[in-house]
């Protein structure tokens, strides 16, 4: 199994301010606001772990994780 496919993306919304830089840079539109101007997962089937949300998110609010 690849690096990429062992990690799992987290977002932690109370650190999200909802600016979308993230769904901006996104490659495959996984990602979207939710009612509460939090970033959500819409799309996870499409997500290839490139890591450029975490890489541009101001706040820290989204990351790639290691599977265990």
């Given at each position: 199994m690849?690096?990429?496919?062992?990690?799992?993306?987290?977002i932690k919304p109370e650190w999200c301010k909802g600016c979308g830089i993230c769904i901006s840079f996104c490659p495959k539109n996984v990602l979207a606001l939710n009612?509460?101007?939090?970033?959500?997962?819409?799309?996870?089937?499409d997500c290839t772990k490139c890591g450029l949300c975490e890489l541009r998110c101001p706040d820290y609010a989204i990351y790639l994780k290691e599977d265990k």
């Open positions: 690849s690096a990429q496919k062992s990690k799992q993306l987290v009612e509460k101007d939090k970033i959500e997962i819409k799309n996870i089937e």
